[in-house]
Nanobody, 124 residues
Framework: VQLQASGGGLVQAGGSLRLSCAAS????????MGWFRQAPGKERKFVAG????????LYAESVKGRFTISRDNAKNMVYLQMNSLNPEDTAVYYC??????????????????WGQGTQVTVSS
């Protein structure tokens, strides 16, 4: 599986961005997908995850009510709509695939494949 994340950029606090992740591979629809982020000097952290069908979604507490994860299995795409951004959301955002599990996991080690990351910078 190969992943290509895009959609990052510079935005003012309170603004919105939509990240996209294009996945290759015929098994995309069978995999849990997740978004993680890594701020400068900090560990990579879970942001959101979505089950294969989209019926089960998990968010980090810090983004609940502001971020929305979705997927389009027909297009092999997963998205992260980010609203009400604040400077604390500044990070490199990564999409990832959990090829082994059915349930959505917030644990980094459960994800097998990673995209290259896209930078999100929120100015105050």
């Amino acid at each position: 599986v190969q992943l290509q994340a895009s959609g990052g950029g510079l935005v003012q606090a309170g603004g919105s961005l939509r990240l996209s992740c294009a996945a290759s591979g015929r098994t995309f629809s069978r995999n849990v997908m997740g978004w993680f982020r890594q701020a400068p000097g900090k560990e990579r952290k879970f942001v959101a995850g979505i089950s294969r069908s989209g019926a089960s979604i998990l968010y980090a507490e810090s983004v609940k009510g502001r971020f929305t994860i979705s997927r389009d299995n027909a297009k092999n795409m997963v998205y992260l709509q980010m609203n009400s951004l604040n400077p604390e959301d500044t990070a490199v955002y990564y999409c990832a695939v959990d090829a082994s599990r059915i349930a959505v996991s917030p644990l980094e080690y459960t994800y097998n494949y990673w995209g290259q990351g896209t930078q999100v910078t929120v100015s105050s």
